[in-house]
């Protein structure tokens, strides 16, 4: 199945112009149709529960249904990490999965409830993880959109749906490196550094990482390649020469964040790729650190014959 087994409703239902305009502002910022889709099924999921309440359950459970069919179904947890709702895997339900983690020790239960802890009644956000799935011969990334919905009686719910082989948008990774940012202002450098550095951290997904380098260009934080510093990246171009960390820096000195793409191959392939990297800078004890990610961008299917 091609869903997260988690926390998630969702709909695709667009029935009038105030729930559509709602509807879009959640997906305006994405770039690929699929993430808009999936957002948008769990927003409509959502609604539904809200005037339904526990009732909607009962609808998102029917097998071959718009909410629970080969492609798409529903999970809901309550804020304490309580199972509410898996048609899936309905021996779940009712029991508290807070604890549960994946094989590198993500909380993926605690991630999501702690959507539920940000303010706002319709607060979302997104969680990745490693899954094992016993069809697949290997765990898989996934990531799942989760919702958080106060039902008519007063009650929380989080809600989600997930995908297999999402497709990695650029709100994922500016939303990563904005984190950090404030992860470093709040707490120092160090703490971050070590946040940064563990996999099982929501700062580590789908093999992107957050790397710090200073205004020379050295890395001073390089999760990519353990136990390494001082790597620099300044001399570091791209498959047709284009000077990548340099490019940035120079973008940065007149605008709060920089995007530059380059060209480079992914592990395994000779022809290179196109990769997008973000990045900002920040002052720290008269420093300046620049705090960047990147990541592959989807290839055109036209591209791919």
Same mark, same amino acid.
């Given at each position: 199945?091609?869903?997260?087994?988690?926390?998630?409703?969702?709909?695709?239902?667009? %029935?009038?112009?105030?729930?559509?305009? %709602?509807?879009?502002?959640?997906?305006?910022?994405? $770039?690929?149709? =699929?993430?808009?889709?999936?957002?948008?099924?769990?927003?409509?999921?959502?609604?539904? *529960?809200?005037?339904?309440?526990?009732?909607?359950?009962?609808?998102?459970?029917?097998?071959?249904?718009?909410?629970?069919?080969?492609?798409?179904?529903?999970?809901?947890?309550?804020?304490?990490?309580?199972?509410?709702?898996?048609?899936?895997?309905?021996?779940?339900?009712?029991?508290?999965?807070?604890?549960?983690?994946?094989?590198?020790?993500?909380?993926?239960?605690? $991630?999501?409830?702690?959507?539920?802890?940000?303010?706002?009644?319709?607060?979302?956000?997104?969680?990745? &993880?490693?899954?094992?799935?016993? %069809?697949?011969?290997?765990?898989?990334?996934?990531?799942?959109?989760?919702?958080?919905?106060?039902? /008519?009686?007063?009650?929380?719910?989080?809600?989600?749906?997930?995908? =297999?082989?999402?497709?990695?948008? /650029?709100?994922?990774?500016?939303?990563?490196?904005?984190?950090?940012?404030?992860?470093?202002?709040?707490?120092?450098?160090?703490?971050?550094?070590?946040?940064?550095? =563990?996999?099982?951290?929501?700062?580590?997904?789908?093999?992107?990482?957050?790397?710090?380098?200073?205004?020379?260009? /050295?890395?001073?934080?390089?999760?990519?390649?353990?136990?390494?510093?001082?790597?620099?990246?300044?001399?570091?171009?791209?498959?047709?020469?284009?000077?990548?960390?340099?490019?940035?820096?120079?973008?940065?000195?007149? %605008?709060?964040?920089? #995007?530059?793409?380059?060209? #480079?191959?992914?592990?395994?392939?000779?022809?290179?790729?196109?990769?997008?990297?973000?990045?900002?800078?920040?002052? $720290?004890?008269?420093?300046?650190?620049?705090?960047?990610?990147?990541? &592959?961008?989807?290839?055109?299917?036209? $591209?791919? *014959?």
């Amino acid at each position: 199945m091609a869903a997260a087994a988690l926390i998630i409703i969702s709909a695709f239902v667009y %029935s009038c112009s105030s729930k559509t305009d %709602s509807i879009g502002s959640k997906t305006a910022g994405y $770039m690929y149709e =699929d993430t808009k889709q999936l957002v948008g099924f769990v927003e409509e999921a959502a609604t539904v *529960l809200e005037k339904q309440g526990s009732e909607a359950f009962a609808e998102f459970g029917k097998k071959n249904s718009r909410w629970f069919n080969e492609n798409w179904y529903l999970f809901a947890y309550d804020i304490n990490g309580v199972c509410i709702f898996h048609p899936v895997t309905p021996e779940l339900v009712g029991k508290n999965l807070s604890s549960m983690t994946d094989i590198v020790g993500k909380p993926v239960i605690k $991630m999501i409830t702690d959507v539920g802890r940000q303010p706002g009644k319709d607060a979302h956000g997104w969680v990745f &993880y490693h899954w094992v799935d016993r %069809s697949q011969f290997d765990p898989m990334w996934k990531a799942s959109y989760i919702r958080k919905v106060i039902d /008519k009686n007063n009650r929380l719910y989080l809600l989600g749906c997930g995908l =297999d082989n999402q497709k990695m948008e /650029k709100v994922f990774i500016k939303d990563n490196v904005d984190r950090a940012i404030d992860l470093i202002k709040t707490k120092g450098i160090n703490e971050a550094f070590r946040g940064f550095s =563990d996999p099982a951290s929501p700062f580590c997904f789908f093999n992107t990482y957050i790397t710090v380098v200073d205004s020379s260009g /050295k890395t001073l934080l390089d999760p990519a390649f353990p136990g390494m510093t001082r790597r620099d990246l300044a001399s570091f171009k791209d498959a047709v020469g284009k000077a990548v960390i340099v490019e940035a820096i120079e973008k940065l000195k007149s %605008s709060d964040e920089a #995007w530059v793409q380059y060209l #480079w191959p992914k592990p395994g392939e000779m022809l290179p790729s196109r990769k997008l990297l973000y990045c900002r800078k920040i002052v $720290m004890d008269s420093n300046t650190l620049y705090v960047c990610s990147d990541f &592959y961008l989807a290839t055109p299917i036209w $591209m791919r *014959l």
